[in-house]
C-alpha cells in the first residue's frame, strides 16, 4: 500500500458511519483490539419508509410482477412492509432472485425459506447472469431507495430485462452534529450519501490530520467533489474489503 509520507501519522481512533452492529462479530472489532485502537460506529444516514399510499400514486401494482430483485436488507424489509401496509398477499409463486447468500438468507424473516423459488448471486446482478437467463421471461419488481444503485439496474436494462424500479424507502441525512468537537484519526464512508452528510451536519468541515478511507468508486468521486484526501481506497486487488484496506494502512502508519 502506497502512503503519503506526510500525512502517515500514528492511527489510535476510528470513526466508521455506520450504525453499531448488533453483534460483536464486527471485523472493525477485532481490528481495534489488534491495535487497541479507539473505535466508533455512528450512522450518517438513515433509511425512512415511502408510505404504501405513496408507492400506489408511482402506479406500481405488486399482482403483476412474477419475480422480485433484493439488492439489500433494506430493500427486503420495506418490500414486506410495505405489502403488509396495502393487505397484499405475496403470491406462494413469486420468484426471488438475490444478489448476495447472505440477502437470501434474510428472507427466512419473512418467508418459508424452503417452500419458496429463491436464487442468489456474489455480489451483484451480474453474478446472477446464469439464473436470470433461464427465466428471462419473468416480469421483476426491484424495490430501492430513492438513491438506488444504479450499476444493477443498467445492467438489467442492458441486457433487455422487463424490471420496473419501486422506490419503497428513502435514504436520510441523520443529525450528527454533537460530533462536532469530536476528531478522529480515520474516518470510514461506505456511501456518497454519507459524505454529503459530513458537509449538510458540518459545511466548515477541514480535513487537516484526519485520513479517510472510501468503499467503492461513487464514494470516492463524492470525496473527490469535495476536495478530500483519499488514504485509504477499497476494495483492491490486495484488500477487497474496507478493514483489510484500514488494517494494510495501519501496519505502515503505526510502526
Known sequence: MQVDVARAKKVKSILVTLPKPENDKSPYFTLADK??????????????????KDVRKEKINFA??????FTSKNAVDHFFRVCEEMR??????????CISEAIALYLQKYIQYRKRKIFFGKQTAKDLEDVLKKHSKEKFLVPCSDVANEETQKWLQDNGYDF??????KTVISDIKDLEDVFYDVIVFFSPS?????????PDFKQNNTRIAAFGATTQQELLKHDLILDIPAP????????MAVEQYI???NK
Do not use: C, W
Not at 35 to 52: C, K, M, P, T
Not at 164 to 169: G, Q
Not at 236 to 243: G, I, N, Q, V, W
Open 88 to 97: 397484499y398477499e405475496v403470491s406462494s409463486e413469486l420468484k426471488y432472485f
Open 236 to 243: 483492491t486487488p490486495e484488500a477487497p474489503s474496507m478493514t
Open 35 to 52: 491495535y487497541n485502537l479507539r473505535l466508533d460506529f455512528r450512522g450518517f444516514i438513515h433509511v425512512e419508509g415511502v408510505s404504501a
Open 251 to 253: 501496519k505502515v502508519v
Open 194 to 202: 454519507s459524505v454529503q452528510s459530513l458537509y449538510e451536519n458540518f
Open 64 to 69: 403483476d410482477f412474477s419475480a422480485v430483485i
Open 164 to 169: 420496473t424500479p419501486a422506490v419503497l424507502f
